[in-house]
C-alpha cells in the first residue's frame, strides 16, 4: 500500500463524483429552507451497523424540525465532505482534520462537537499485538502500519505527526508498508489477525471489535496500547453555509435536546462513542490547521 495513498483517494473522489452527478433537490440554496435534510456520517466501524443506527437519529431530528431528514453513511470522510460541498448532503458528522479542510474548501461550519466520558477531546493510540514484543514507539521502525483514513485525524495525521516529530522521517520512510485499512475496527482486525505490525485509532476502539474478537484484550493473544498521541478535538457536527442562520440554529437546538434523551444518547454511544454533544467553535480546530501544515504538500485528500 506504501505509495499508493494519493491512487486510493482519487479513486475514492472519482467514485464520490459519479454519485454527485446532476441535480440535488435537497440542497438550500440561497438560504430557502430545503425540501429534505440529509446527514452524513463516516464509516468509522461497520457501515451497515452505522446506517441502521442512525435512523432513529434522523426520525428524531425529523420530528424536531418539520423537515424530512434521511441519514447517509458516506464511503470515506473525503466522500464526505465532498458530498457536503456539492449540498447533497447538508449535516455532516465530521472528523476534525476532515472538518478543516470542509471549512477551508468549502466553508463547512462547525455547530456542535461530540463528547466522550464527559471530554471534548481525545487521543490516537497506537495499538500492538500483546504478543509482539514491541515495547515503545522506536520499535515500530520498518513495521507495517494499519490505519483507517489518510483523512482521519487519529488514525493518520497525530500519529504521523508524532514519528515526523520523534525520528526526524517521514511515515513512508518509518514504516515498510502502509495498509489503509478503510476503517478504525479493520486497521485494529488487521494486526489482531497477522496483516499488520500495528494501528493507529482513537482510543480506545478496541471496544468496537470485542463481540466478534473476544481475546482483543486479552494480556497474550489480544491488542496492547503501547502509546498515545496529544489531545485531539473531539469529533464535530457541522453544515453548510447554504442553510439560514435559523435553520442552522434549530439543527443546533435539537441536536443539544439529545442530551436529555437516552435513547439518543444510547445510539450515539454504540455508533461513535459519544456520551453527549455540545456547543463549538472554529478557532477550537487552529490545533488541526497547525498540524496538517506538515502535510498541506503531500497529503490532500479532497484533490
Not at 506504501?2 to 486510493?8: D, N
Not at 476534525?96 to 466520558?117: C, G, M, P, Q, T
Amino acid at each position: 500500500m506504501k505509495h499508493k495513498i494519493a491512487v486510493l483517494m482519487a479513486a475514492a473522489l472519482f467514485m464520490a463524483g459519479c454519485q454527485n452527478n446532476g441535480t440535488n433537490d435537497s440542497a438550500a440554496t440561497d438560504n430557502d429552507q430545503p425540501e429534505e435534510l440529509v446527514m452524513g456520517f463516516f464509516p468509522s466501524t461497520d457501515s451497515d451497523q452505522v446506517t441502521t443506527r442512525v435512523e432513529p437519529l434522523a426520525e428524531k431530528l425529523e420530528e424536531a424540525l418539520g423537515i424530512p431528514v434521511r441519514g447517509e453513511v458516506m464511503t470515506n470522510y473525503s466522500a464526505l465532505v465532498e458530498a457536503m460541498g456539492s449540498g447533497q448532503v447538508q449535516i455532516g458528522f465530521i472528523p476534525a482534520f476532515a472538518y478543516i479542510l470542509a471549512n477551508e474548501r468549502h466553508d463547512i461550519e462547525v455547530i456542535l462537537k461530540s463528547l466522550r466520558d464527559g471530554e471534548d477531546s481525545y487521543r490516537s493510540q497506537f495499538m500492538v499485538r500483546a504478543d509482539s514484543g514491541i515495547e515503545e514507539i522506536a520499535d515500530l521502525e520498518g513495521a507495517v502500519w494499519a490505519f483507517p483514513d489518510v483523512a482521519s485525524t487519529s488514525g493518520y495525521l497525530f500519529p504521523a505527526t508524532q514519528i515526523r516529530n520523534d525520528f526526524g522521517m517521514s511515515e513512508d520512510d518509518f514504516f515498510s508498508d502502509m495498509l489503509e485499512a478503510g476503517t478504525h475496527d479493520n486497521a485494529l482486525v488487521a494486526v489482531l489477525e497477522g496483516n499488520a505490525d500495528v494501528a493507529t485509532t482513537f482510543e480506545d476502539a478496541r471496544v468496537r471489535i470485542e463481540d466478534d474478537y473476544p481475546e482483543v484484550y486479552d494480556e497474550n493473544d489480544g491488542l496492547k496500547q503501547l502509546s498515545f498521541t496529544d489531545p485531539i478535538p473531539n469529533d464535530t457536527i457541522s453544515v453548510i453555509p447554504g442553510l439560514s442562520d435559523e435553520l442552522k440554529n434549530e439543527i443546533k437546538e435539537a441536536f443539544l435536546s439529545f442530551n436529555d434523551d437516552e435513547e439518543m444518547i444510547e445510539i450515539m454511544e454504540e455508533v461513535y462513542r459519544w456520551d453527549g454533544i455540545t456547543e463549538a467553535s472554529d478557532d477550537e480546530y487552529d490545533i488541526i490547521r497547525q498540524t496538517y501544515e506538515n502535510f498541506a504538500d503531500e497529503i490532500d485528500p479532497l484533490e
